[in-house]
């Protein structure tokens, strides 16, 4: 039986024709975001060799300074931002204000639209042990008229971003997004360097058994956040307890087994992170875009992620992301109801 493949760019141009007033911007920055990504994925899967192949020390093949890798993610992401001519502005996790884009690549005299929040390279600490790392992008339409991009058009409530979506290099490059009409998941054939189709509308369980949170941090938490995490422990073959305990300590990894299998990932206020370890521009939002268009659930605790209005690029939210009944029921947790 021959299997009828779908290609990035295909899945994107047939997204696009359902927005009839799609003018196809959105489309080519998306690709121009994968094509970054592709790049990336390259020296991702190459970082382990650079010692064995002696390529320490200043210089690669290439002759070129060897970067951390987030720097060069970052470097790659922004370059291709702007020559794509769709950007009028990026905001990054490795930059500390937003960088205007001009508009000299822009298409047929069309102004620049859309501004793109990125985590170039989430979870880059965990690259030498080999662990699944990845990018992370959400995608807005510009508020102001014309001219440069302004910090209002980058501080835009979770609710108004148009695309986001997340690139994860582990033992298959996988990128997943959303436009606002299901999640798609793409596999990088690094044979063909094409991205193909590989989970088409994806779903997350409504319920899960399984809870992603860093527990050494026990001591730091609430008392709601305890009893949560108690309680999942606890033995009830009725509510599919214990849960399995899940956390691989890259967000993106984790992120994505939850949406693939169910799950709830936490990363909570805690006493050294008062509000949180995770941003809410360019971690928070996105994957909260994608679990929300797949069913599921995310929150601050109490407050749902994409109504949080922005005061600061790079602020930190507590975040309670996944199945819905799962999120749910952490939420109770957190207000003292009694279960
Ligand atoms: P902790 C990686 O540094 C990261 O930003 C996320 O990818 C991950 O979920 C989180 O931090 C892990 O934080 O405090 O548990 O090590």
Known sequence: MVNRFTTLYRHII?????????????S???YDIALACKVISLEVNRAGLIDILGLTGEENVQGEAVKKLD???????????????????VCSEEDENF?????????????????????PLDGSSNIDANISIGTIFSIYRRVSKDGAATLEDCLQKGIKQVAAGYVVYGSSTIMVYTAGKGVHGFTLDPSVG????????????????????????YSKWSDGIRNYIEYVKQNDKETSRPYSSRYVGSLVADFHRNLLYGGIFI???????????????YEANPLSMIVEQAGGRSTNGS???LDIQPTNLHQRTPLFIGSDEDVRLAEKFLAGEKI
Do not use: W
């Open 14 to 26: 047939e997204e696009e024709r359902k927005f009839p007033e799609a003018t196809g911007q959105l």
């Open 28 to 30: 080519d920055l998306l």
């Open 71 to 89: 720097v060069y993610a970052n470097e790659i992401l922004t370059h291709m931002m702007r020559i794509g001519g769709h950007a009028c502005a």
């Open 99 to 119: 960088i205007p884009m001009e508009d000299k690549f822009s298409h047929h005299g069309v102004l620049n639209k859309y501004i793109v929040h990125f985590d």
């Open 194 to 217: 094409e991205f193909l189709l590989s989970h088409e509308n994806m779903q997350i369980p409504k319920k899960s058994k399984t809870y992603s949170i860093n527990e050494g941090n």
């Open 267 to 281: 990363y909570p206020a805690d006493d050294k992170n008062r509000n949180g370890k995770l941003r809410l521009m």
């Open 303 to 305: 407050n749902r992620i």
